[in-house]
Each structure stands twice: as structure tokens, then as C-alpha cells.
């Protein structure tokens, strides 16, 4: 999974971009900028990090732009996943004054959070960085923005567990409860069911004891989560595996405990917090006139 980098799914996107732009016009513009601003007036637009971040989203920054005028020129002047040290100027955007300025609040909203989103990331892969566990994301992603949010995951340096519902069968204890399959063999049972429906999918199953990693190994599931276990648990798991299955360390998380647990044996951390309470990088958009 590792630098695997997901495509932006810009048909996506252009909804996205499309709704936050009906949020701030409404069909009528944006007021300011008409009535105070003359219509042929030219202008520059630099985008800066007021911190240090890892940059991503300016292909998505572009679109806001050009969704407003086309005729506005963006120059990304970094790469996706440079490291950007407070007062890089990361983007310049040249074209009409009025454009430009209606569409600052959206682009950068979407450059922020992307960049928040990235440097999180990094931070969280950084502390791994002697061990092969890896850090994944979840599914604790802003409705619509899910595929922005996984794109600027890897580009942080982090990887992606599984993309929705329909790419991989997660097998949680709800799932065998309001099945009937709790109890003894209630994972291998579930698991067959799960191979009989989707037998092109991966399975996991999700383990909140050290008795339901055995049956989860028995039943050969592909990947088994260990939920909210102690790192002396997860230690006595990563034994009973032997290397069988994947082994997904979640629950209770935090960056501190990330260069222990990678030196129990899991193959990967999974991290909600990369997406769901992110801190949005602090990105500032200076304009000044085009000199005639």
C-alpha cells in the first residue's frame, strides 16, 4: 500500500467546487468585489504558508480558480508532497481582480485542509520511520471528500486502507451479532459467508481479544484488526499470527505510542485522526495590481 498515490477524481471534485462556489454567490455574485472593483482591473495572486507544511491540492486550487474565470493563469510553483517551510509562496495566480478574489475563500479552504490533512500524515508515517509498519487512514472522512482526503493522505506519506463499503468485506462484531454468528466459530462462520458472497474480496475481521485472533487465523482471513488491545496484547497476537494474516493495529491511537507498537511486529496502524479532526494548515492569499 505504501506510495501508492490514489487519482483525484476531478468529476468529483467539480461538484465539490461547484457547491462551495453556489454557497458564497447564490446566484448573484460575489457583491463586494463587483461594486467596489472596475471590471478590467488585472491582478497577481501569491498563495503562502504562514507554517511549515507538506503541500497538497493545488491541482484542486487550480479548478476553483478556473471554475470562476478561465481565463485566470495558475502556476503551482511546488510539487504535491514538498516540504514548505513558512513563507513559501506555493502558488501564483494571475487574471481578473474580481475573480480572483471570489475565488480565494473556496480555493484555499480546499488548500488548507489538504495541506492540514498532508502534514498530519507526515508526521504520523515520520514516527514509523525505522520500523515496516505502516500508517493507514479510515473511513472517518468528510462526506464527499473522501477520495481529496485519501489523495492527500498519500501524499503525506501515509497510506490508504479500503476506499468505501464495497472493496473489502470488514467483519465487525455488530455484524456477526445481528447475524447470529456470535459465540463459538461465529467467526469462521462469518468469514465462509463472506468468501461464498465476494470471493474476489479480501477479508478482515475485526479481533477484540486474543481468543478471536485465533479464529480469525484459523479462518483464514486476509487481515485482522486488532481493536483497542494493550501493546502486550498486540505482542501475544503478532505470535499467535505467525505471519499468517495482516495484522492492523486501531483504536486508541496516538503518535506517541507509534514507535512502540512499530516494533511489536503489525503490519500496519490505522489513524483516524489523519482525516477526522485534522488541524487545516494556515495558507494567506496576497493580491496586488498588475502594473499597466
Known amino acids: 500500500m505504501k506510495n501508492k498515490l490514489p487519482e483525484i477524481d476531478f468529476e468529483r471534485v467539480e461538484i465539490l467546487i461547484q457547491l462551495a462556489l ?3 454567490l447564490n446566484g448573484i455574485g460575489d457583491a463586494t468585489s463587483i461594486s467596489v472593483i472596475p471590471a478590467d482591473t488585472e491582478a497577481t495572486a501569491l498563495m503562502r504558508c504562514k507554517e511549515d507544511l507538506i503541500c497538497a491540492g493545488l491541482p484542486v486550487a487550480k479548478e476553483v480558480f478556473n471554475a470562476v474565470d478561465p481565463d485566470i493563469r495558475f502556476t503551482a510553483l511546488v510539487e504535491e508532497g514538498a516540504s514548505c517551510p513558512a513563507g513559501s509562496v506555493i502558488a501564483e495566480a494571475e487574471g481578473p481582480a474580481r475573480a480572483l478574489l471570489t475565488a480565494e475563500r473556496t480555493a484555499l479552504n480546499f488548500l488548507q485542509r489538504l495541506c492540514g490533512i498532508a502534514t498530519t ?8 520511520k525505522d520500523s ?4 493507514l487512514d479510515t473511513r472517518k472522512t468528510t462526506p464527499g471528500w473522501r ?3 485519501k489523495y492527500a493522505v498519500a501524499v503525506g506519506g501515509a497510506s490508504n ?8 468485506v470488514m467483519i465487525k462484531d455488530n455484524h456477526r451479532e445481528l447475524a ?3 459465540g463459538k466459530n461465529g467467526i469462521i462462520r462469518s468469514v465462509r459467508r463472506a468468501r461464498e458472497t465476494y470471493p474476489t474480496l479480501e477479508v478482515e475481521v475485526e479481533a477484540d481479544t486474543l481468543e478471536e485472533v485465533k479464529d480469525a487465523v484459523e479462518a483464514g482471513a486476509e487481515h485482522i484488526l486488532l481493536d483497542n488491545m494493550t ?4 505482542a501475544d497476537a503478532v505470535r499467535i499470527n505467525q505471519g499468517k494474516s495482516k495484522l492492523e493495529a486501531s483504536g486508541g491511537i496516538t503518535i506517541e505510542r507509534l514507535p512502540v507498537i512499530g516494533r511489536l511486529g503489525v503490519d500496519f496502524v490505522s489513524v483516524g485522526a489523519l482525516t477526522h479532526s485534522v488541524k487545516a494548515s494556515d ?3 496576497e493580491i496586488k495590481l498588475d502594473k499597466q
Open 22 to 24: 453556489e454557497e458564497d
Open 121 to 128: 500524515s507526515a508526521a504520523y508515517a515520520a514516527a514509523l
Open 132 to 135: 515496516s509498519t505502516e500508517v
Open 147 to 149: 477520495n481529496l482526503e
Open 161 to 168: 486502507h479500503r476506499i468505501g463499503l464495497y472493496d473489502r
Open 180 to 182: 447470529g454468528l456470535e
Open 231 to 234: 501493546d502486550a496484547e498486540m
Open 283 to 285: 495558507i494567506s492569499m
